[in-house]
């Protein structure tokens, strides 16, 4: 493989050293022990010599000097501590993979081993004044967590009850909003999606069903509804997901059929974007491209199903060892990434890339013609948004898990900022990093290893990495500068199924994201999942009304471990007061 660095990578790096920089200036100021102004001062001459470090970086390899930015937002002490290790880490991480993978033999003469070594240095004493400030200010005392913390200067009102595994809204050209029913959730057969309309006493009317679930998108266009529908419960030769278009006598046509949703993963969310084309995602089928004792969906309904990539790839030969579940005697099961449960792969074997693919996001006209792939690479795109700013679409990205054959540890949820054409990553590069890096390997098992030969080279880094097993769904992107910053992301984050255990309850909430300095802060937090009394519980959609002043949020309701609760979605409204 060629060396290379991924378009904007050292550029974002930069801005996110620069904000570092001043983060690390707040603790100084705000120090609350002397004892500690020594450790302090070291991190902020590491931090200045990094920041030296990544403009030589830049000139060395020709690229433009970056920019740096300072619209920062300052927390008290011990949650800037907390941000600092989470910043630096990733930052961490990404260092580490010049070395491993992206500039293997360049990263000693460009300095990156040095880079590498003072950013650890930094991670360390960050650890430890985490834990220290920890201890120091921990309650004495348990206080009863509330319902919801919202961030202050805002109210939250809940407008609808009464939902059974809502997924999406949007609003018609008058502002009226609409609700889709998935009609599935995970640990549920099956079922029928619909579409529903919000009327002014709170109640809701059906507008239209139907819909193969999980319906996962809906979007108005010149008059007619467009629907997304996972149809898992069909059993077609290869692909099961559909786009429908449902006109305004209710006259309804498949416009896009034979999707590869048949697995884990489904459609995502669907909008029109500024060239007046659908816009639309497909899952993967696996966790990690291989069918294995985790996808019993597959397995039970769709037993041939696997991922299919959007490109050719020659593949190494690794396969995975398993027992066999379609057996009726004990027996064992060998499987190849790219293949159907029990069919190895072979060394040097190309896997034909299809228009119908799974990672993916697809464009097509108003009536489905002129299909076509705008990118690769994805595990999990379950929100799309173009941005208001630069024009440019924006996507959610879920993390891989430590489960079936191929686990993946602590992957991130992330944001990207989409390259057309571009490849971002799956199933190589996680959060835009080599799934070789010690960080993924889970422990007692194997270690994740390269299934293809010849990597595409990577698009980009993700503008954004979100707490692993967040489950960020939906996003919506502030224009109203009275309601907060223009240009803020602010994200619906489901919360953990329970994969693996995390230092604090990931999810649950609601986030806003700075794309332009990596900040992510809390806008809206349940801190008592699923236990909760009056507040959201499982955010999964939030979206702005045409004038950017109302904030609605779709809560998934009760998900439960296998048993989702019917009747406990719910609709609400957040105001700026």
């Given amino acids: 493989m060629n060396e290379y660095i991924p378009q904007g990578m050292v550029q974002k790096q930069y801005r996110w050293e620069w904000v570092n920089y001043f983060l690390y200036r707040h603790l100084q100021e705000n120090n609350p022990f002397p004892k500690l102004q020594a450790p302090l001062d070291e991190l902020l001459n590491k931090q200045e010599k990094q920041l030296d470090a990544l403009r030589k970086l830049a000139a060395s390899l020709g690229i433009s000097s970056p920019s740096a930015t300072v619209n920062i937002r300052y927390n008290p002490v011990l949650e800037c501590i907390k941000e600092l290790h989470h910043r630096e880490y990733e930052l961490l991480q990404e260092y580490i993979s010049y070395h491993d993978y992206f500039l293997p033999v360049s990263s000693n003469r460009l300095g990156i081993e040095d880079l590498m070594k003072s950013q650890l240095a930094q991670v360390n004493t960050l650890t430890a004044l985490k834990e220290t400030f920890g201890q120091l200010f921990k309650p004495q005392h348990e206080t009863q967590k509330p319902d919801y913390i919202l961030e202050k200067g805002y109210r939250l009102t809940r407008i609808a009850t009464g939902l059974t595994f809502p997924t999406v809204m949007t609003f018609d050209?008058?502002?009226?909003?609409?609700?889709?029913?998935?009609?599935?959730?995970?640990?549920?057969?099956?079922?029928?999606?619909?579409?529903?309309?919000?009327?002014?006493?709170?109640?809701?009317?059906?507008?239209?069903?139907?819909?193969?679930?999980?319906?996962?998108?809906?979007?108005?266009?010149?008059?007619?509804?467009?629907?997304?529908?996972?149809?898992?419960?069909?059993?077609?030769?290869?692909?099961?997901?559909?786009?429908?278009?449902?006109?305004?006598?209710?006259?309804?046509?498949?416009?896009?059929?034979?999707?590869?949703?048949?697995?884990?993963?489904?459609?995502?969310?669907?909008?029109?974007?500024?060239?007046?084309?659908?816009?639309?995602?497909?899952?993967?089928?696996?966790?990690?491209?291989?069918?294995?004792?985790?996808?019993?969906?597959?397995?039970?309904?769709?037993?041939?199903?696997?991922?299919?990539?959007?490109?050719?790839?020659?593949?190494?030969?690794?396969?995975?060892?398993?027992?066999?579940?379609?057996?009726?005697?004990?027996?064992?099961?060998?499987?190849?990434?790219?293949?159907?449960?029990?069919?190895?792969?072979?060394?040097?074997?190309?896997?034909?890339?299809?228009?119908?693919?799974?990672?993916?996001?697809?464009?097509?006209?108003?009536?489905?013609?002129?299909?076509?792939?705008?990118?690769?690479?994805?595990?999990?795109?379950?929100?799309?948004?173009?941005?208001?700013?630069?024009?440019?679409?924006?996507?959610?990205?879920?993390?891989?898990?430590?489960?079936?054959?191929?686990?993946?540890?602590?992957?991130?949820?992330?944001?990207?900022?989409?390259t057309p054409g571009g490849w971002h990553g799956f199933p190589e590069l996680f959060s835009g990093l080599p799934v070789t890096l010690p960080h993924f390997h889970a422990a007692e098992q194997a270690k994740p290893t390269f299934l293809i030969r010849n990597h595409p080279p990577l698009a980009a880094q993700p503008l954004a990495r979100l707490q692993p097993h967040s489950a960020s769904m939906k996003f919506d992107i502030c224009t109203n500068a009275e309601f907060g910053s223009p240009g803020e992301l602010f994200v619906a984050q489901f919360g953990e199924s329970g994969f693996e255990k995390t230092e604090e309850l990931p999810g649950f909430k609601v986030v806003s994201v700075n794309p332009e300095t990596g900040q992510i802060s809390d806008f809206l937090t349940n801190p008592n999942g699923e236990s909760t009394k009056q507040g959201p519980i499982r955010p999964i959609d939030v979206k702005f009304n045409a004038e950017g002043n109302e904030l609605y949020l779709v809560d998934f309701g009760l998900m439960g471990k296998h048993n989702p609760t019917p009747g406990t979605g719910s609709l609400w409204k957040i105001v700026k007061i």
Avoid at 209 to 232: C, E, K, M, R
Avoid at 376 to 391: A, E, I
Avoid at 392 to 397: C, E, S, Y
């Fill in 173 to 418: 050209p008058q502002g009226t909003v609409y609700v889709a029913e998935a009609g599935f959730a995970y640990g549920t057969e099956p079922g029928i999606g619909r579409v529903l309309r919000l009327e002014t006493d709170g109640s809701f009317t059906e507008i239209a069903s139907g819909f193969g679930g999980p319906v996962t998108g809906i979007a108005w266009h010149q008059g007619d509804l467009y629907v997304a529908a996972g149809n898992l419960g069909e059993k077609p030769a290869d692909g099961c997901g559909e786009i429908i278009r449902v006109s305004p006598n209710g006259t309804r046509q498949t416009i896009v059929s034979g999707l590869r949703t048949c697995g884990d993963h489904f459609t995502g969310d669907i909008l029109f974007g500024p060239d007046g084309k659908l816009y639309f995602s497909v899952g993967t089928a696996t966790n990690s491209a291989v069918v294995g004792l985790d996808n019993m969906l597959i397995l039970k309904h769709h037993p041939q199903f696997h991922d299919v990539p959007a490109r050719d790839l020659e593949l190494t030969g690794t396969n995975f060892i398993s027992r066999d579940p379609l057996s009726d005697q004990p027996e064992a099961a060998v499987t190849g990434a790219y293949h159907a449960f029990g069919v190895p792969s072979k060394e040097g074997e190309i896997v034909q890339g299809r228009l119908l693919a799974n990672g993916v996001i697809y464009r097509c006209n108003p009536d489905g013609s002129h299909l076509q792939i705008v990118a690769d690479g994805f595990r999990n795109t379950f929100g799309l948004r173009f941005s208001p700013m630069n024009g440019k679409l924006i996507v959610t990205d879920h993390g891989a898990d430590p489960r079936g054959s191929r686990q993946i540890r602590l992957d991130w949820d992330k944001i990207w900022e989409v």
